[in-house]
């Protein structure tokens, strides 16, 4: 095994440094205070490619390995979790939209959400459907050469404030296989929007609910065939675990980097607070918990970029373990910067705001156990 990264992806990693030091960190606690959606910004990231990051290179993507995309959300984090969070849900939207969809479907808005000029909700989630999404309930009726959709859709990131939605609806009977994706105008006739949530973290990215009222979608906006929506979205949400877990990652190797200057800098009862052994042992095993949680990460994007048959096991595994391990980092900053930790003043309070719902979305870290233990008491289950 080979733990070092090529050249090319040591210069997509300082691209993304570059872009989290100088667009994202010096505005971050600013965009979470004032709850801004920075869309600027974000059409920056899209002239550096960073809105299609794994959409195929035949559709204008760059065409990456999820590993490579895992190693600049990692880095973009770093300088705001939240914004960096909404980029990867924007990202699966533009790869579902380029690989499922029609070729009208990619002419009419693959080139704006490529470059940031168009951004993309993605629309699964409803309030008695969360972890259990198979039953969902916003229907999606067919009407000669359309649909008509009506539903409602709960915890929408970016909604109210993008162009286009990619939703999960139900067209035919109950369970995973009646499910169908579609892509849709953000404010086509019928779509109304609920209030801002007002939230825990993640401040800078609205997050609303959708509702549908006899929505026309034409039937050309059919993503894959009928019946395969839900496929669509595992396939999206393998993807998803892996980039929500880079996030926790850059976040708290942030947290862990501002600790380890803040415990060389401040001094108590005549010494550093870096002498002091208790507090050595806790950098010691925040810095050798990111390690192996960054390396179980790297390990899931590789066996889902190789199409291994336990690949949604690993990306189970690497998420559970990698948001779990980012938010007891960045709490454990916070700890060692005591007070100080606990004021806005210093950026250890959003840090953990803005990771702690990395445990819940994309699955929550139970329903991640759950997958994992149905692979490892499967009858005939081998070696992981």
């Known amino acids: 095994m080979d733990f070092e990264l090529s050249d090319?992806?040591?210069?997509?990693?300082?691209?993304?440094?570059?872009?989290?030091?100088?667009?994202?960190?010096?505005?971050?606690?600013?965009?979470?205070?004032?709850?801004?959606?920075?869309?600027?910004?974000?059409?920056k990231a899209g002239g550096l490619g960073f809105c299609g990051l794994y959409t195929p290179e035949a559709a204008g993507g760059l065409g990456l390995s999820r590993l490579?995309?895992?190693?600049?959300?990692?880095?973009?984090?770093?300088?705001?979790?939240?914004?960096?969070?909404?980029?990867?849900?924007?990202?699966?939207?533009?790869?579902?939209?380029?690989?499922?969809?029609?070729?009208?479907?990619?002419?009419?808005?693959?080139?704006?959400?490529?470059?940031?000029?168009?951004?993309?909700?993605?629309?699964?989630?409803?309030?008695?459907?969360?972890?259990?999404?198979?039953?969902?309930?916003?229907?999606?009726?067919?009407?000669?050469?359309?649909?008509?959709?009506?539903?409602?859709?709960?915890?929408?990131?970016?909604?109210?404030?993008?162009?286009?939605?990619?939703?999960?609806?139900?067209?035919?009977?109950?369970?995973a296989g009646g499910i169908s994706a579609f892509a849709l105008d953000a404010d086509s006739p019928g779509i109304s929007y609920g209030r801002p949530e007002d939230k825990m973290g993640w401040n800078s990215q609205p997050t609303r609910t959708v509702t549908f009222e006899g929505v026309?979608?034409?039937?050309?906006?059919?993503?894959?065939?009928?019946?395969?929506?839900?496929?669509?979205?595992?396939?999206?949400?393998?993807?998803?675990?892996?980039?929500?877990?880079?996030?926790?990652?850059?976040?708290?190797?942030?947290?862990?980097?501002?600790?380890?200057?803040?415990?060389?800098?401040?001094?108590?009862?005549?010494?550093?607070?870096?002498e002091f052994q208790a507090l050595q042992f806790t950098l010691a095993d925040m810095a050798t918990e990111l390690v192996a949680a960054r390396q179980l990460v790297r390990l899931a994007a590789c066996r889902l970029d190789a199409g291994h048959p336990d690949a949604t096991t690993y990306c189970a595994m690497a998420k559970r373990f990698a948001t779990d391990v980012g938010f007891k980092v960045c709490d454990q900053a916070l700890q060692l910067y005591g007070g100080y930790g606990y004021i806005r003043e210093y950026p250890l309070e959003r840090y953990l705001r803005d990771t702690r719902v990395?445990?819940?979305?994309?699955?929550?870290?139970?329903?991640?156990?759950?997958?994992?233990?149905?692979?490892?008491?499967?009858?005939?289950?081998?070696e992981l």
Request: hydrophobic residues 40%; contains cysteine.
């Open 8 to 43: 090319e992806q040591r210069a997509f990693v300082e691209l993304a440094d570059d872009f989290a030091r100088n667009e994202l960190e010096p505005h971050a606690a600013d965009w979470d205070r004032e709850h801004h959606f920075p869309v600027e910004v974000l059409q």
């Open 68 to 175: 490579d995309a895992s190693l600049i959300f990692e880095r973009l984090s770093m300088g705001c979790t939240s914004t960096t969070a909404f980029l990867t849900i924007h990202n699966m939207v533009t790869w579902m939209v380029a690989s499922f969809g029609a070729q009208d479907c990619w002419e009419r808005w693959g080139e704006g959400l490529l470059g940031g000029r168009l951004l993309g909700s993605y629309c699964l989630t409803e309030a008695n459907a969360g972890s259990d999404a198979a039953a969902l309930k916003t229907v999606a009726r067919r009407v000669n050469d359309h649909y008509e959709l009506t539903g409602s859709k709960m915890f929408i990131s970016g909604a109210g404030s993008t162009q286009v939605l990619v939703v999960m609806a139900r067209t035919g009977g109950e369970g």
């Open 216 to 274: 026309k979608v034409p039937a050309g906006q059919l993503l894959g065939r009928e019946g395969e929506g839900f496929k669509i979205a595992m396939k999206g949400l393998d993807g998803g675990r892996i980039n929500i877990a880079s996030c926790s990652l850059g976040t708290a190797q942030q947290a862990l980097n501002q600790a380890r200057q803040y415990l060389q800098e401040r001094s108590q009862f005549g010494r550093k607070l870096a």
């Open 358 to 382: 990395h445990r819940i979305l994309e699955g929550t870290n139970e329903i991640m156990k759950l997958l994992i233990a149905r692979r490892v008491l499967a009858e005939g289950s081998g």
